[in-house]
């Protein structure tokens, strides 16, 4: 049998290490042979290949980036992209495809396997971690674990200057990123989309922060935005012109500055958090994917995606994690906010 894989949407660290599992288990155990479509969807719209054996996959487990290329290709929204897939699978001989992506990808490979009875099988990709069906994505760890040494060298050069740092993280419409790498690196203030904030507030513990002798260190996550405002969008201009979530950071700064007088600076993480090798555990985490997704596919499991519960590697629908996105509980940011001020 041969399988097509793909990945899709943004990056992260980790997916070469699924597409190396998939491939060594598939042809090791299976006998199957593979297919590698390149920038995500566009792949198998234009039927657009690499080769996909165990040589190309050697060596691959702890490279960032993916092998494949991605795109943020949306075949659904071509008026023929559900028969141009169709065509270009079957022309190919691929009987099932393995999608690797976030939302966006796997919404698409939902539509695809339910509405249209495409075979494919999601493994849950993206640094935010906000997919439902799933403990965890492949590349949320990776991301926690930057952003945490991040705050930590940034908590040193705040206290010698006695500023205030403002650490502006990733993670889109969601908090998992800030909460996470905010409790593990000490954070004085967390925002979160989840929780509109009060700058006020976050002034109040900025100061209570002083008063206790320690320079502040404030975790806000791109797509957080006070209670009276929305979240702060960059123009930007050149081949991805339009606007970028970005720039809260800034904002949150002058403000605590303009209404606390006490300096206050801002280290904006950006893809650094998305780049480079994966931390042991998103590998761990995408090679167990990889392989059941193989078994997923040898038992005929399509329109699945796999899923991290507890220590377990199970099934669930595609549907699932395409459904909203999955946000911050909020008696676990209630939780973490006993540290803060
Ligand atoms: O979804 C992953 C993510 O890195 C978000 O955390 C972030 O808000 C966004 O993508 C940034 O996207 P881009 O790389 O397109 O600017």
């Known amino acids: 049998m041969r399988v097509g894989v793909l990945t899709g949407g943004r990056d992260c660290p980790g ?20 297919v590698g479509f390149v920038d995500g969807w566009r792949g198998p719209l234009e039927g657009d290949t690499v080769a996909l054996d165990i ?12 092998l494949l ?12 992209g559900v028969r141009r897939i169709r065509d270009n699978l079957a022309k190919l001989e691929v009987e099932a495809l393995i999608t690797i992506g976030g939302r966006d990808t796997l919404g698409t490979a939902a539509v695809l396997a339910q509405d249209h009875g495409l075979p494919c099988v999601a493994v849950p990709k993206t640094i935010d971690n906000d997919l439902h069906g799933t403990d965890r994505t492949v590349g949320f760890d990776t991301a926690v674990g930057v952003a945490t040494a991040a705050i930590d060298r940034l908590h040193t050069t705040a206290e010698s200057h006695k500023r205030v ?19 593990a690196g000490g954070a004085n203030a967390i925002l979160i989309p989840e929780r509109p904030f009060d700058v006020d507030q976050v002034c109040a513990w900025v100061t209570s922060r002083f008063r206790a002798s320690y320079a502040p260190i404030v975790v806000v996550a791109d797509g957080a935005a006070p209670r009276d405002g929305k979240p702060v969008l960059t123009p930007v201009a050149g081949p991805a012109s339009g606007v970028r979530l970005s ?7 002058r403000e605590i500055e303009h209404r606390t007088g006490k300096e206050a600076r801002t280290t904006v993480l950006g893809h650094v958090q998305r780049g480079g090798s994966p931390s042991p555990f998103d590998r761990w985490l995408a090679t167990r994917f990889g392989l059941h997704a ?11 995606m796999v899923a991290l519960r507890g220590t377990d590697i199970v099934r669930v629908p595609i549907t699932e994690a395409a459904a909203g996105p999955k946000t911050v509980d909020p008696a676990l940011y209630d939780e973490v906010s006993v540290f803060f001020g």
Not at 55 to 66: K, S
Not at 165 to 183: D, P, R, Y
Not at 294 to 304: K, L, P, S
Request: aromatic share 8%.
């Open 15 to 34: 997916l070469n290490a699924v597409v190396r599992a998939v491939v060594r288990k598939g042809v090791q155990e299976y006998g199957y042979d593979f």
């Open 55 to 66: 040589p190309a996959v050697r060596g691959t487990l702890p490279r960032g980036g993916t």
């Open 69 to 80: 290329g991605t795109s943020r290709t949306h075949p659904l929204e071509h008026p023929d």
């Open 165 to 183: 740092l403002v650490v502006e993280v990733m993670g889109g419409e969601t908090g998992w990123i800030a909460v996470h790498s905010g409790l």
């Open 294 to 304: 193989v078994d997923a596919v040898h038992d005929g499991a399509f329109g699945t």
């Open 247 to 253: 720039g809260v950071g800034e904002w949150l700064a």
